[in-house]
């Protein structure tokens, strides 16, 4: 079945950057895109960006436009996140999830979710 | 930015439907995608391009466009299905994703 296994929650103090991975198994890893999504206390949900697992390429929401990279490991099938210039702002859940659409077909929508890591930012 | 807009807040009783509605400009371009969340637990997808629902998902969740505005529509809402509800499709420039504010449904 599928799985996304994300690490554990973190606390930075502003300023900092943080790296949040995802270990995916029980598919083909470089056939689907992954999500990433990110959702602070209280609030909605944002989504940050997307990789092709299967070229490395990456897409970004304008706001995280240089503060966040995507990258990706095929050999252990495993995704990250990492997010620069820490504020408390950026204190939320953060989640990596998987399309639906295999193939790398455009326009799918995030189906399979990691457990979510939860980061505080925070001096 | 590009936004989709959702009411912040939809109430019904047991057994009434509930329509959960998305605007945005671009909607008649892209499809629209429907998730589920309840507090602390990660989003579940209900409906997916436009009106489909994946296995598992209840009849009662209906999903549907027209023009600039997307609905999600639950027949005989029940007191399981009070939870946060979020849009999702792509923005103006037809490569990036976006969520819509969200919708806290009250069932009782």
């Known amino acids: 079945q599928v799985q996304l296994v994300q690490s554990g929650a973190e606390v930075k103090e502003p300023g900092a950057s943080v790296n949040v991975s995802c270990k995916a198994s029980g598919y083909t890893f470089t056939d689907y895109y992954l999500h990433w999504v990110r959702q602070a206390p209280g609030q909605g949900l944002e989504w940050m960006g997307r990789i092709n697992p299967h070229s490395g390429d990456t897409s970004f929401a304008q706001k995280f436009q240089g503060r966040v990279t995507l990258t990706r490991d095929t050999s252990i099938t495993t995704a990250y996140m990492d997010l620069t210039r820490l504020t408390s702002d950026d204190s939320a859940v953060y989640y990596c999830a998987r399309d639906n659409k295999g193939g790398l077909r455009a326009y799918g929508a995030p189906f399979y979710w990691g457990q979510g890591s939860l980061i505080t930012v925070s001096s | 930015s590009y936004e989709l807009t959702q009411p912040p807040s939809v109430s019904v009783s047991p057994g009434q439907t509930a329509r959960i509605t998305c605007s945005g400009d671009v909607l008649p371009n892209y499809y629209v995608h429907w998730y589920q969340q309840k507090p602390g637990q990660a989003p579940v997808l209900v409906i997916y391009?436009?009106?489909k629902r994946p296995s598992g998902i209840p009849e009662r969740f209906f999903g549907s466009t027209s023009g600039t505005m997307a609905t999600l529509t639950i027949s005989g809402a029940q007191v399981e299905d009070e939870s946060d509800y979020f849009c999702?499709?792509?923005?103006?420039?037809?490569?990036?994703?976006?969520f819509g504010g969200g919708t806290k449904l009250t069932v009782l």
């Open positions: 999702f499709s792509i923005d103006s420039s037809g490569n990036l994703c976006v």
């Open positions: 391009e436009d009106s």
